[in-house]
């Protein structure tokens, strides 16, 4: 098989699944570790703009991306919350976000049969803040970086719950509730 240009999408999702692998095996917050996950959220960036640039976004590119954004959110998590001093509340209120994120990927499946993975303007921004939390872990207070961070993604999740609930067919690439064409709610 030969190389094409349009592959370099696919191949920069692909090496974040192993990024994210072999954060498994350095110490959370240390230099090595906080390198390749800033490299793992670089191929995040770039492969999604390249797609769009060089005009090869797929249904498969888009489900890679999607698993490998899931596989490095969950060894980071799996990775920092041991570490991490965090309020009570916090647990209850993560392990909620998350399952609406949960509910929304089997009514999704329920409904066109396949895990669809939005990517509305809210799920970029909740990815942005995910992406920085280990650096503002750092530099902020946790009970404002934790109560923010949940808020962003609870208004995603919730979001993408509406939208995989009521929308006619998967569009992964819906800017969001507002953008829909069809405008019912």
Not at 23 to 35: A, G, Q, Y
Not at 54 to 68: P, T, V
């Amino acid at each position: 098989m030969r190389f094409s240009v349009k592959q370099v999408p696919n191949i920069l999702s692909g090496s974040r699944i192993i990024l994210a692998l072999s954060l498994l095996l350095f110490t959370p917050f240390s230099v090595e570790f906080m390198t390749i996950y800033v490299i793992a959220g670089l191929t995040d960036l770039l492969d999604g703009l390249l797609a769009k640039k060089l005009n090869c976004q797929s249904a498969i590119g888009a489900n890679l991306d999607g698993a490998a954004d899931l596989l490095l959110a969950g060894v980071v998590l799996w990775m920092l919350l041991p570490v991490m001093v965090m309020p009570g509340w916090a647990t209850i209120v993560v392990l909620s976000i998350l399952g609406i994120r949960l509910v929304s990927a089997l009514v999704a499946y329920a409904r066109f049969r396949e895990f669809v993975m939005l990517h509305t303007l809210a799920n970029k921004v909740t990815a942005v803040i995910a992406f920085l939390f280990p650096v503002l872990y750092i530099i902020m207070p946790t009970d404002i970086l934790l109560a923010a961070a949940c808020f962003v993604a609870f208004i995603a999740f919730s979001e993408d719950l509406l939208i995989n609930a009521t929308a006619q067919n998967a569009d992964r690439n819906i800017k969001g509730l507002l953008f829909r064409k069809d405008s019912r709610l």
